[in-house]
């Protein structure tokens, strides 16, 4: 006797024909947690000739920029991103002839997305320093948000004289930490100086260090 198509795809149906089991999902990618004892592994990365001490205590990108204890940002809401530190920082300065870097490590909070929007401009004051904060270009890092800020300050010393000087900021957050590099150069010196792509380049490997 012969069979319908129809008869036959009712049959199949009826039987039950397995189907092919869904693929299984892919691991979740998870990186290493920060371990900020690591941080000395990036001084080597520094030019030659650089003069390398440890930092203790407080240390945040507004300290780097030259900002006393007391500082002030307009709008406030954009200081969190000049000292986004939480507890007691761990890290390096370095001196040399392209300027003064700062690599440091610490427990961090976030910043809401929404801010960076409402800061991409903005200044800050402390003692006899003043200076304008722009946000730019960050590297990108697996796993992290990143920031990168350029700041122009000016300073009034005695006899009112004013010295001016120029940072760029790297910062990264992840694992409940921030990460942040800080170049600081003088605009008025005659030797070739280190800047922002340095800054970049140097946060994204000292996040590495970091996670080993």
């Not at 003069?51 to 006393?68: F, N, Q, R």
């Not at 307009?74 to 690599?103: E, F, M």
């Not at 350029?150 to 760029?168: I, P």
């Not at 942040?180 to 000292?206: H, I, K």
Request: proline share 9%; glycine share 14%; net charge negative.
């Amino acid at each position: 006797m012969k069979c319908s198509i129809a008869a036959i795809v009712i049959c199949l149906a009826a039987c039950g024909v397995p189907s092919e089991p869904d693929p299984e999902p892919l691991p979740s990618t998870r990186m290493p947690p920060v371990n900020p004892a690591r941080i000395d592994r990036v001084r080597g990365d520094l030019p030659d000739g650089y003069e390398v001490a440890g930092l203790a205590g407080g240390i945040a990108p507004a300290v780097s920029w030259g900002l006393g204890a007391e500082w002030t940002a307009d709008p406030p809401q954009c200081g969190v991103l000049a000292d986004p530190v939480t507890g007691d920082a761990r890290g390096w300065s370095a001196s040399g002839a392209g300027g003064i870097v700062y690599a440091a490590v610490a427990d961090g909070r976030s910043p809401d997305p929404a801010l960076l929007s409402q800061c991409g401009r903005w200044t800050v004051s402390g003692g006899k320093t003043s200076g304008d904060v722009s946000l730019g270009a960050a590297p990108s890092i697996d796993g992290a948000q990143t920031v990168g800020m350029a700041t122009a300050t000016t300073t009034v010393v005695e006899g009112g004289t004013e010295t001016r000087s120029h940072a760029d900021t790297a910062s990264a957050y992840l694992d409940g930490h921030v990460v942040f590099v800080t170049v600081v150069t003088d605009p008025g010196s005659p030797n070739p100086q280190l800047g922002q792509d340095f800054a970049a380049e140097l946060l994204v490997r000292t996040v590495s260090a970091l996670r080993g």
